[in-house]
């Protein structure tokens, strides 16, 4: 048996910042989070499922557990990035655990309020915006990190660098690629970033291999697809638990052993499923000036919103 949610270490005094919580693994990893000790913020995009979840896991804890706060977060609009910032920055003042796990995947093409395509801007440039929004109040927390999770979907993902947007042609899953190589590419330049600087906050990616949360049925009902359906039924003995899906952020987030810089996904049948184990990412996250050169693109679509000018 390999590294599971019972070999977190103490969390009791950590406060730790969950995106899309509400479900999924999201949800799970706040679970256990709560589980040891931590205070966790669950930042939602619908604020009525966040209170059913919220409830849910305060039903489920003990007075030895951590405890819970409910953010409002739309990651596809800037000004809702912007607020929750805000809010973190005024009401706690600290941050030490930023998990960027919310996302959506291969919808019909839309357009976030900024007007950016759905899933680059909800899955990439939202969290981006959040991360550095929040930065400054990791900086003299022990043993800060930004996880960020990204997908298998990384390694058949191309960056579009002159439609990032789908504007001139949209593919529903080369745009899901797209966002989720754009995640672990952003984690890494966010690394190279931090140590040049000199700073101690880690970051880290990680991924759930396959997991059963609901961005399956969302896809399929949003697209009406019988044979995306019909191959998910095939699929589904592949597919492990939402609370398996999350061990390898959780490793990521909370193992001593997990360095910045590094990569987590599932150990057994080529990282569809298992226990956390350090994987290799996409060949484009490798190459520093793709990173870089996505860093900057990805600075000049965010600042047409309101975050981080």
């Known amino acids: 048996m390999g590294w599971s949610a019972a070999d977190i270490p103490d969390q009791r ?26 205070t966790v913020l669950m930042a939602c995009r619908n604020r009525e499922r966040g209170e059913t979840a919220r409830r849910s896991l305060s039903d489920q804890s003990d007075a030895n557990e951590g ?29 030490d655990l930023l998990i960027n796990n919310a996302g959506v995947m291969a919808p019909p093409r839309q357009c976030s309020r900024q007007g950016h395509e759905l899933q680059f801007a909800t899955n990439h440039l939202g969290h981006m915006a959040l991360t550095r929004a929040l930065l400054p109040l990791m900086e003299e927390q022990p043993d800060a990190r930004v996880v960020t999770v990204t997908s298998g979907a990384q390694y058949f993902g191309r960056i579009a660098w002159e439609d990032p947007n789908g504007e001139q042609r949209y593919d529903r899953w080369q745009a899901y690629g797209q966002s989720k190589l754009a995640n672990v590419m952003f984690a890494l330049e966010l690394d190279r970033q931090l140590r040049d600087r000199g700073s101690s906050i880690r970051s880290l990616a990680a991924h759930p291999g396959l997991a059963r949360t ?52 599932p150990n057994r049948l080529g990282g569809l499923r298992g226990y956390p184990k350090r994987q290799r990412v996409a060949p484009a996250a490798e190459d520093p000036q793709q990173r870089e050169r996505l860093w900057d693109l990805s600075l000049k679509l965010i600042e047409t919103g309101p975050a981080l000018r």
């Not at 406060?15 to 799970?28: F, H, K, M, Q, R």
């Not at 998910?232 to 810089?261: K, N, V």
């Open 13 to 38: 005094g950590r406060l730790a910042l969950v995106t899309g919580a509400n479900s999924g693994l999201g949800l799970e990893t706040s679970r256990a989070l709560l589980a040891h000790g931590a």
């Open 67 to 95: 405890c819970i706060e409910l953010l409002d977060l739309d990651l596809a609009d800037l000004e809702s990035v912007d607020h929750c910032a805000q809010t973190v920055h005024q009401r706690f003042g600290r941050l």
């Open 214 to 265: 609901n961005l399956q049925p969302a896809s399929v009902s949003a697209n009406g697809s019988r044979l995306e359906a019909l191959a998910y039924r095939l699929m589904d003995p592949l597919f492990q638990s939402a609370a398996m899906g999350a061990l390898p952020q959780l490793h990521a987030a909370t193992a001593a052993s997990a360095q910045s810089g590094e990569h987590y996904g």
